[in-house]
Structure formats: C-alpha cells, structure tokens
C-alpha cells in the first residue's frame, strides 16, 4: 500500500516570495509522482510529474519539483510566487503512471499582495 | 477536447433518499475513475472502470454505492439510502492507459445530505 504525506495544510507566503510544499510518500514499489493543483472553484489539474529520468521536473508557469528517493520526497517550489498561485496543491503517487492515484491531504497556499 | 464533464455540479438531497451522478469522460479515454474529497482532505479513491469493466473497487465504497459504466463511454454512481457521511465532492476523472498518460479531472458534483 501507498500512502502521502503533506506535511502544511496551509502555507501563507507574499506575493514574489519563494515558496516550498512538502511531500513525503511511503510505498513498497516503485512509484510515480505527480503535483495536482485546484484552484477556486475548479477542478483539479495536472501540474508536473516524475516517471523516470532527471530528478527534476518543471511545469510551464515556473514550478519544479525534485524526486529524492533515498528521502522519499518530492518536494515543490515556486522561487517567485504570484498572486494567481492561490490554490490547493495535492501531492499524488501512482504504480503506474495511468493507474489509479493515492493522494496526500493537499496544501492550501495563500499568496498575499 | 472538450475536458471531463459532471453533472449536476450540486447536489442538495434529504438523507434516506437516492441520488445518481453521470460523469462524461474525455472521448478517446477509456480509463475511469471515481474519487471523493470531503472538506480539507484530498480525493480518496472509490473505484475505477477500464471500458465497461469495473476492474477495482475501495473499501470505502459500501453497498450503497454502485458505479456503472454500461457502454464503455459515460458513467453513472449512484448512492442509495443517504446518509450525512455521504456529504463530499465526488470527483470523475479519466484517462487513456499509455504509459505517461495523466488523469484528468472534472469539476465535481459537490453532495450535500441534509
């Protein structure tokens, strides 16, 4: 079995301030990691995602996250937030990368001018 | 691509009583899933679907819950006999079953047993 763990329910941050969400997983098989983000109102969306390779995945608006496996982490971060990064961020493993997800409880990052 | 589609998007329903909820997945996606979030938790899951095969099932889906998936395309995930606990966002999501393929989610029809 596969479990997440999200360390801040909630991170307060200012606006162009660097931000990091944590996530730890425990799992007895190779996994895949994935950062969900859920803004107000809407559903939720892909926002990066590790399946082999380089370590250190990016997504277009500036996040990146960084697979530690001998931590067991896969920590986000944001060096610059904007105040449109205002949402809840679901840290997310997989068996397989279309396979069913197990989900940490999710971090609410509020961004303040 | 026209993205998931759930409705009705609430859903406000007296306990004891039945409700259904219908999920479109994105056309070409033949895997699909059911989850469900209560307030300040993320989405548990409850059960997915490959085609019309219901190929897994969670512990949290008691006897009340049936999911169907009856031609492959929309599904359907109805509750009988309601109770408070019920009361969550119920999450669709869907996906093809490639290797590097995500799950994409839909709004969700946010239940509410009164």
């Known amino acids: 079995a596969q479990s997440v763990t999200q360390l801040d329910s909630q991170v307060p941050v200012f606006e162009e301030a660097p931000v990091e969400l944590r996530c730890n997983y425990s799992?007895?098989?190779?996994?895949?990691l994935f950062w969900y983000v859920q803004y107000p109102n809407q559903g939720l969306q892909l926002l990066l995602k590790?399946?082999?390779?380089?370590?250190l995945v990016e997504s277009i608006n500036g996040f990146e996250a960084e697979f530690n496996k001998s931590q067991t982490s896969f920590h986000l971060r944001k060096p610059s937030v904007h105040i449109s990064d205002t949402a809840e961020y679901f840290c997310?493993?997989?068996?397989?990368?279309?396979?069913?997800?197990?989900f940490g409880g999710g971090t609410r990052v509020l961004v303040k001018p | 691509d026209t993205g998931v589609s759930q409705n009705p998007r609430h859903k406000i329903t007296k306990r004891g009583q039945n409700v259904t909820f219908r999920c479109d997945p994105i056309s070409e996606h033949n895997r699909l899933y059911w989850y469900r979030q209560t307030l300040g938790q993320g989405p548990e899951f409850l059960t997915y679907f490959q085609n019309e095969a219901q190929l897994e099932k969670s512990r949290l889906l008691s006897d009340r819950f049936s999911a169907e998936r009856p031609k492959g395309s929309f599904s359907t995930l109805e509750i009988q006999r309601t109770e408070q606990g019920d009361s969550a966002m119920y999450l669709c999501?869907?996906?093809?079953?490639?290797?590097?393929?995500?799950?994409?989610f839909g709004n969700g029809t946010r239940l509410t047993v009164t």
């Open positions: 799992s007895s098989v190779s996994v895949y």
């Open positions: 590790y399946l082999s390779g380089s370590t």
């Open positions: 999501a869907s996906s093809t079953d490639t290797y590097n393929s995500p799950l994409h």
């Open positions: 997310a493993v997989s068996r397989s990368a279309g396979n069913k997800l197990t």
